[in-house]
């Protein structure tokens, strides 16, 4: 991960029970751990439709100079996924990528701050 001056950059999932949205059981937190090893929340992004689970990308949020520090653009995709890359500026750019410890299936990646600036789905 990197840091900034808010601490380390981290990515979490968190659960998320709504009536509204009953295929929907988690969200994806960009945020930070602080030096005391806390994590603070700065931007969660989920499904709006569906299920969470479904194959292919499911989020792809941040990038947004409007939240201080920047947060990076991220997302997660769910099925086999080798390298997610994106095209920016006509060069390939790849992006980090770890399987969530409770579901291998789900594919967290983010894109460093220098290569992708937005989302680009």
């Known amino acids: 991960m990197t840091r900034d001056s808010s601490g380390e950059r981290v990515f979490y999932f968190v659960a998320i029970r709504t009536p509204d949205l009953p295929g929907v059981h988690f969200g994806l937190m960009a ?6 090893g806390r994590l603070e929340g700065q931007l969660m992004s989920n499904v709006h439709h569906g299920s969470d689970l479904a194959p292919g990308f ?5 990038g947004d100079p409007g939240l201080p520090p920047t947060v ?3 997302g997660y995709y769910v099925g086999p996924a080798a390298r997610i890359t994106s095209t920016v500026g006509g060069r390939t750019v790849q992006a980090h990528q770890v399987a969530w410890s409770e579901n291998p299936d ?3 990646f983010w ?5 992708v600036r937005a989302p680009v789905g």
């Open 58 to 62: 499911r989020i792809l949020d941040g």
């Open 111 to 115: 894109f460093g701050l220098d290569d």
């Open 31 to 36: 945020g930070h751990r602080t030096a005391a």
């Open 72 to 74: 990076p653009v991220f």
């Open 106 to 108: 789900v594919v967290l």
